[in-house]
């Protein structure tokens, strides 16, 4: 029985490992992502401490000192939140980039991967069709050796 040989093989093992690498960077932008809005998270949380700390300033014997500290520390805290902000956008377009590179890489490794199941299905039928032509060789020549001995 022949065998199947894919010609562009090589061309899919390429596409196969440029997959993996795009995997690979999404799933370190997905972890980016996470660790800046982690961040922006834990600015969110100092924010309310801030402002908790600020709220109980108020209440009893007032502490100018302590209240002015923790005004300036939230507004400290909007501005880092902004700045963290930008960085979960910068991280979310990366993640975004790296999706429809992952797309794009997977789509091309379907299609040659579809090429390849074509090929097979034409091997196929060509070997069908040449184990046909074969056994009809065979019957025929069956048919023929025995076709004197009815003469005779």
């Known amino acids: ?12 093992d390429i596409k196969l490992k440029l997959e993996d690498a795009a995997k690979q960077e999404y799933a370190n932008a997905r972890h980016a992502l996470n660790v800046e809005e982690d ?3 834990a600015l969110h949380d100092r924010k ?3 402002h908790r700390i600020y709220l109980d300033a ?3 014997r007032l502490d100018l000192l302590e209240i002015e500290e923790c005004e300036n520390s939230i507004t400290c805290m909007d501005d880092m939140i902004e700045a963290q902000e930008e960085n979960v956008k910068k991280a ?33 039928t060509e ?13 025929s020549y069956q ?9 005779e």
Request: charged share 40%; glycine share 2%; aromatic share 8%.
């Open 127 to 139: 070997l069908n069709a040449q184990e046909g032509k074969e056994t009809d060789e065979v019957a």
């Open 1 to 12: 029985m022949a065998k199947f040989k894919y010609r562009m093989q090589n061309i899919l």
């Open 39 to 41: 961040k922006l998270a």
């Open 92 to 124: 979310s377009k990366n993640l975004e980039k790296a999706r429809q590179k992952l797309n794009n890489v997977m789509q091309e490794r379907k299609m040659h991967e579809k090429l390849k199941e074509q090929k097979f299905d034409e091997f196929v």
């Open 58 to 60: 108020l209440q009893g």
């Open 48 to 50: 309310e401490e801030y």
């Open 143 to 151: 048919f023929n050796s025995k076709k004197p001995d009815l003469e």
